[in-house]
């Protein structure tokens, strides 16, 4: 797993498509951008991809890591200025991506957000076990992210490698970053005229069976409040939907009209059925 130590940064994958509109990725509470791999090829059928990384030992602001995005975003589009941004929050990233989105609103031309932890607050109990997060000792955090596992994702529907990789990269975020993230999230808040505000086309997916937060929830909260969204419920899927083997990020977007671009055909597909 690459060192990220100075500053956020975009990871770029080995494909770099400057015709393609540009995806940005904000990943969950891990931060290392590294759980997308899963993901990659296919997003690549029509983005030129790119996944925010955030060193493990950040202890930032809701404020500096939105603007150190922006920062990223505008000087991507520096070298290729003639093409739209999708931007994509997952989880933690989720609730970053709206800070950026209601920051610089004209910058994105869709949004898209899975099970973000703006749900966080939805569950009180969380908000309490995440403030006795501080008084765990260290040596203990390897066993509480093993336990952890069964409620981040369905691990049923995750291959063993995908598995090993979930717990390698919970693993690799410091004790200290985790009680700070956890304490962003406790503090997280956008008014419902700032998510009034968006107009951006947004897509906002849930996983049915996540067992971390009430995501159905939350998303059925924000399509009444965000005007051009889409909610789209993933019956079977986890809190980690986007390592599930029979997950498709691309063929989601795809099967819900929420791509300007000429794709590839696909297999006719049933949401409900596949996921």
Sequence with gaps: MPEVELKPCFLTPRRIQPEYPLFVYLPGMDGTGQLLRSQTAGLETGFDVRCLAIPRQDLTSWDVLTNNVLDLIHAELEKSSQRVVYLCGESFGGCLAMKVAIQSPKLFKRLILINPASAFKLRP?????????????????????????????????????????????MRYVPAETVVWRLSLLREFDVSDEQLKSLNQTTLLIAGGSDCLLPSVNEVTRLANLIPNSQAVILPQCGHACLLEEDVNLYEILQFNKFLEIKSPKIPDLTISQKH
Excluded: C, M
């Design 125 to 169: 109990w969380l908000d309490w076990i995440s403030q006795l997060v501080e008084l765990v000792p260290e040596s203990l955090y390897d066993v509480g992210a093993l336990g952890l596992l069964p409620f981040l994702a369905s691990l049923q529907r995750i291959s063993r490698n995908i598995r090993h990789e979930l717990l390698k990269t």
